[in-house]
């Protein structure tokens, strides 16, 4: 009977996990797609999520990324 028992809690347990636990990641996966960035060569604010990184610096697009290094160059 305790055997039985014991079955059930982890049956039970791998049951949320499989579905609340999920929820969790996606809820703090949103979050960081949620916070809004400035492009560093035109000030446009676009999605962490969608921006592009690079050199530490987070760009709205390649175009904005090819501006900003020719920048540099002159």
């Known amino acids: ?5 014991i079955l059930l809690l982890i049956f039970a347990y ?4 499989l579905f609340f636990g ?3 990641a996606r809820k ?3 979050s960081y797609e949620e916070l809004m960035v400035e492009c560093a ?3 446009t604010f676009v999605s962490a999520g ?3 990184k690079k050199d530490g610096k987070y760009f709205c697009s390649q175009k904005c990324v090819k501006v ?3 920048n540099y160059r002159a």
């Open 1 to 5: 009977m305790l055997f039985r028992i």
């Open 28 to 30: 703090e996966n949103k």
């Open 22 to 24: 999920k929820k969790r």
């Open 14 to 17: 791998i049951v949320y996990v």
């Open 41 to 43: 060569a035109c000030g």
């Open 50 to 52: 969608e921006a592009i």
């Open 68 to 70: 900003k290094n020719d």
